[in-house]
């Protein structure tokens, strides 16, 4: 699709995939993530048995910088505009993508199928273990990308006013399908434990690796989407 205007801002979305099957939208968390997320580790994959539509949420990859909106609320909408297309679609979030996904799916029940949530930051966490996740002194693309959208925007400060994802918003998903996978080393692991009280039908899993599974347990991880998807497909 390429860029695409939505809500007054230009964002950058790639489809990929057959023209059959449900689609799955896959979100990316902040800071160094973007469409390279999916697209050069799972997305591929779940792409040869259904539609997949990747996107850069504002301030990231090739989408337009806006000064503000980084709040769930505000990227719960853009995701709205942004699938406004799709029949009823399954969502894979990671990290923020996973925060913004349930809101989503909160603020228009019916819209998802499915809802995978990928080492989502429901919990408060160890600074000490969580030191490095995000950095924003290095010299590359990303490093620099990052820093930017710390410095330009209000995303500091919308991450501080943001509340954490709930139990009771949990169970207002209701009987959506939901997947819980978890780095063993990450600083959110227990993530999977709020989800599971929450919602005790729920899947969840945890891989060997941190919070970036997409790369360190990529053949996991893709496994798991993949039979979580096929589920909903056969319902």
């Known amino acids: 699709m390429g860029i695409v205007l939505a809500r007054g801002v230009r964002f950058h979305v790639v489809d990929m995939g057959t023209d059959d ?15 390279a997320t999916w697209y050069f580790t799972v997305a591929p ?18 989408s337009e910088r806006p000064p503000t909106g980084y709040d769930t609320a505000t990227m719960a909408a853009d995701l709205a505009a942004l699938t406004a297309d799709l029949p ?25 199928t499915r809802l995978a949530l990928i080492d989502p930051p429901f919990t408060q966490i160890d600074l000490k273990a969580a030191k490095g996740l ?28 943001e509340s954490l994802v709930t139990a009771e918003e949990l169970r207002g998903l209701g009987d959506l399908p939901v997947l819980t996978v978890v780095g063993s080393r990450s600083p959110f692991r227990r993530s999977a434990d709020l989800v599971g009280r929450a919602l005790p039908a729920s899947r969840r899993h945890v ?3 941190g919070h970036d599974l997409h790369i360190t347990a990529r053949a996991a991880l893709t496994r798991l989407l993949a039979e979580f998807l096929e589920d909903a497909a056969d319902a």
Do not use: K, N
Request: net charge positive; proline share 3%.
């Open 207 to 209: 891989l060997d690796g």
């Open 21 to 35: 099957g449900e689609p799955v939208v896959m979100l990316h968390g902040l800071f160094t993530g973007s469409i």
């Open 134 to 161: 995000v950095r924003f002194d290095g010299e590359g693309c990303l490093a620099q990308r990052a820093a930017a959208l710390a410095t330009e925007t209000s995303v500091l400060a919308d991450l501080a006013a």
């Open 45 to 62: 994959a779940l792409a040869r048995t259904r539609p997949v539509r990747l996107l850069d949420w504002r301030g990231h990859g090739l």
């Open 88 to 112: 009823a679609f399954a969502v894979v979030g990671h990290s923020y993508g996973a925060a913004v996904a349930v809101r989503f799916a909160r603020a228009h029940p019916g819209r998802l």
